[in-house]
């Protein structure tokens, strides 16, 4: 009797990853609608039209660009991986189709922070253009550092995908209220998006307290790869935080994903 040949998980994990990403592509349009709008919406309103009533000057732009580019990254990551995450498990029950993949249980929660970073990347590239466009020049935007760029949002992107998969895994459908209002609502507030971190030298208290926010390191990052003359964190601080979150928080999602997968 033949032994069936066996399959290597690479190719497995390869082969899921390309069917998430063969949906995104269908589903693109829609998924940058849902992921950008609030974002844009802001660029227009803090970016445009304050600017042009003469409330906010045109050094706020630069400000803001990063900060704006940090939020369309963070709501697209932890939105991409989250609320597929809460259907899975929920009411569709799908992920059973992909327990059953011969592939081990922790790389499938891996693959979907995966393609949440990418999708997250691509939000952030999406918007960046069309903000430049509607905020008009930026004092002191640069894109020499491309490079370093996408390598915060990368990193970024990765950490709020895990995010994503924690909360989507330990979080019940019918709390993603709570979720948005309790967790993602203060973490765009008080994530220095609007405001740089160095700002909050006002303000000790707060200053310090929201170094547990991931998006504070990402919009500070950004700050200083695109509009380096902007007050903004030493990168090599933004770096470690952020590799130190992702691996602690990927740690959980996992965990969590594990947990209720085999429960």
Same mark, same amino acid.
């Given at each position: 009797?033949? @032994?069936?040949?066996?399959?290597? /998980?690479?190719?497995?994990?390869?082969?899921?990853?390309?069917?998430?990403?063969?949906?995104?592509?269908?589903?693109?349009?829609?998924?940058?609608?849902?992921?950008?709008?609030?974002?844009?919406? =802001?660029?227009?309103?803090? +970016?445009?039209?304050? /600017?042009?009533?003469?409330?906010?000057?045109?050094?706020?732009?630069?400000?803001?660009?990063?900060?704006?580019?940090?939020?369309?990254?963070?709501?697209?990551?932890?939105?991409?991986?989250?609320?597929?995450? @809460?259907?899975?498990?929920?009411?569709?029950?799908?992920?059973?189709?992909?327990?059953?993949?011969?592939? /081990?249980?922790?790389?499938?929660?891996?693959?979907?922070?995966?393609?949440?970073?990418?999708?997250?990347?691509?939000?952030?590239?999406?918007?960046?253009?069309?903000?430049?466009?509607?905020?008009? !020049?930026?004092?002191?935007?640069?894109?020499?550092?491309?490079?370093?760029?996408?390598?915060?949002?990368?990193?970024?992107?990765?950490? =709020?995908?895990?995010?994503?998969?924690?909360? +989507?895994?330990?979080?019940?459908?019918?709390?993603? +209220?709570?979720?948005?209002?309790?967790?993602?609502?203060?973490?765009? =507030? =008080?994530?220095?998006?609007?405001? /740089?971190?160095?700002?909050?030298?006002?303000? !000790?208290?707060?200053?310090?307290?929201?170094?547990?926010?991931?998006?504070?390191?990402?919009?500070?990052?950004?700050?200083?790869?695109?509009?380096?003359?902007?007050?903004?964190?030493?990168? !090599?601080?933004?770096?470690?935080?952020?590799?130190?979150?992702?691996?602690?928080?990927?740690?959980?999602?996992?965990?969590?994903?594990?947990?209720?997968?085999?429960?």
């Amino acid at each position: 009797m033949e @032994m069936a040949p066996s399959i290597s /998980p690479a190719k497995v994990f390869f082969a899921l990853l390309s069917r998430d990403a063969r949906v995104t592509r269908r589903e693109l349009p829609f998924f940058l609608i849902r992921t950008t709008m609030q974002p844009l919406m =802001f660029i227009v309103v803090f +970016g445009f039209l304050l /600017p042009k009533m003469g409330f906010l000057g045109a050094q706020y732009k630069a400000t803001l660009l990063p900060g704006i580019l940090g939020i369309s990254l963070t709501m697209s990551a932890i939105q991409s991986v989250a609320l597929p995450m @809460m259907q899975d498990f929920g009411w569709t029950n799908e992920i059973e189709d992909r327990l059953l993949a011969p592939i /081990p249980i922790p790389l499938i929660a891996i693959e979907k922070i995966v393609v949440g970073t990418i999708q997250g990347v691509i939000a952030g590239l999406f918007v960046l253009p069309i903000a430049r466009v509607i905020m008009g !020049p930026i004092p002191g935007l640069t894109l020499t550092h491309i490079g370093e760029t996408v390598g915060i949002a990368l990193l970024g992107s990765a950490t =709020f995908s895990a995010i994503g998969l924690f909360m +989507g895994t330990a979080i019940k459908p019918q709390q993603i +209220g709570f979720m948005f209002s309790l967790i993602i609502a203060p973490m765009l =507030f =008080f994530g220095c998006a609007y405001y /740089p971190w160095r700002g909050l030298d006002v303000v !000790p208290v707060m200053k310090y307290a929201v170094l547990i926010n991931p998006l504070v390191y990402v919009a500070e990052g950004l700050r200083g790869v695109l509009t380096p003359a902007a007050p903004h964190m030493p990168l !090599p601080v933004v770096v470690t935080v952020l590799t130190g979150m992702l691996l602690i928080v990927g740690w959980l999602g996992v965990r969590s994903f594990l947990k209720r997968a085999l429960k």
